[in-house]
């Protein structure tokens, strides 16, 4: 609950999940303006034994400008009681929708504009085939994998990154790109103004 241990609250610790995989799907983000709030303003230190000022965010929410001239809206908190690690995400785009949620992992809901009209919807499709990625590997189709196998994914994409000299993802320049919106998203609540997150991290 130390800014000056921990550098944030949810900013950095659940929104530079969503930041990151934002950027994996959309690109880059340009600017951000962001609003953070700070609900219990003080805690027992576990180490002290005394009442301390709270100095980290317990929600935020921003939007942002990406560098392909999309939008982006994020929150994250963690006073949203009725939630069990809630991680969700929707892109919108001129002729097709994508959604998905963590808590159902292996569904992807997907709207096609393009569609005739009188079939237009979302459909939801069960990512268990496997024609989709890392799904060969695992179980018949139809049949789930869970949160832990996406980490033996990433350890098996390293392994083979070893093997064949290529590169893995994602990268230190990858996390970079992250703290650059996260620092920037803090600067921008603090400061009640858009803030580049180029220009913000270069001026220091």
């Given at each position: ?17 969503c930041i990151d995989t934002a950027m994996w799907l959309n690109g880059g983000i340009s600017d951000v303006s962001a609003m953070t709030e700070t609900f219990v303003k003080e805690r027992l230190h576990q180490l002290t034994g005394k ?117 893995c993802a994602p990268t230190f320049k990858d996390a970079l790109e992250t703290q650059k919106v996260c620092e920037a998203v803090i ?18």
């Open positions: 609950m130390d800014a000056a241990v921990a550098g944030s609250g949810v900013t950095g610790d659940l929104l530079a999940h009442m301390e000022k709270v100095s980290i965010d317990d929600a935020c929410a921003f939007i942002c400008h990406f560098s392909n001239g999309s939008l982006g809206v994020f929150e994250s908190t963690r006073y949203a009681r009725g939630h069990k690690a809630l991680y969700t995400f929707e892109i919108n785009g001129e002729n097709g929708s994508i959604a998905w949620d963590l808590h159902d992992l292996n569904r992807l809901e997907f709207f096609d504009y393009t569609d005739e009209a009188v079939e237009r919807g979302w459909r939801s499709i069960h990512v268990t085939d496997t024609d989709h990625p890392y799904m060969d590997k695992w179980w018949v189709p139809g049949l789930s994998i869970g949160y832990e196998h996406s980490f033996v994914h990433q350890a098996a994409d390293f392994l083979k990154s070893l093997e064949t000299g290529g590169s600067n921008s609540a603090r400061e009640k103004k858009w803030v580049d997150t180029e220009v913000q991290w270069t001026e220091k």
